[in-house]
């Protein structure tokens, strides 16, 4: 009895553990599916194959239809995660995480500790290493939006995110009048490359004086 809940601590340890240090790495990309979502994942997946194992009696037991209906109930939850905005799909990449994630949780709960490690070393040198070697790879959606009363500062300001990004896919620019003056407000959807952080983009902005940050995503 003993060795049997010593058993299944480890194997629901273990998929906490190695759900958790994929979720560090999304967590590390500051996506909306971090750590904590990570590790509940795995966790939960483990959980459920074991109670498909031994949750029932020997008659009725049924080792796959538990297990089964963890795969198909992530599809629900990654579903839930991809968005299309402006043209451009979101959220793939972490959907398709959270259902290799799924994977790796069942693994620990059958007790295939070598396959589990496995999955997960080769997820992180796709999503992080590889990423260093093939820029483009790792390339990321950013939106930003700003408003300036200058023309040339907005210049500027494109000028420099353009030199810093992998790509700018498309802006607009939009002028306003105000009590205060005219304004120009704008919007760029650029792609980024895994060395480049958003936050990079916004200290870029807040060099300009006349720039305000309205919003980024």
Known sequence: MNDNILNITVRLVVAMVLGGIVGLE?????????????????LG????????????????????????QVVSGIGFLGAGIIVLQRNVIRGLTTAAGLWVTAAIGMAC???????????????LVGLELLSHFIPHLGASSVHLSFSSPSREKVAEAIEDIRRVVADVV????????????????????????????????????????????????
């Not at 105000?178 to 870029?204: A, C, F, K, Q």
Request: glycine letters at 6%; zero cysteines; charged letters at 30%.
């Open 45 to 68: 997946s483990a959980l459920f194959t074991l109670i498909s194992m031994y949750g029932f009696s020997e008659g009725v037991r049924d080792t796959s239809r538990v297990a089964a």
């Open 109 to 123: 709960g059958v007790g295939r500790f070598y396959m589990a490690v496995l999955v997960t070393v080769l997820m």
């Open 26 to 42: 999304r967590e590390y990309r500051a996506k909306d599916a971090g750590f904590r979502t990570h590790f509940l994942v795995a």
């Open 170 to 217: 498309s802006y607009e620019i939009k002028n306003k009048r105000t009590t205060n003056g005219e304004y120009y407000d704008v919007r760029l959807d650029v792609r980024t490359s895994p060395m480049i952080r958003n936050n990079n983009l916004l200290d870029i902005l807040r060099d300009f004086d006349e720039v305000t940050i309205l919003d980024e995503e």
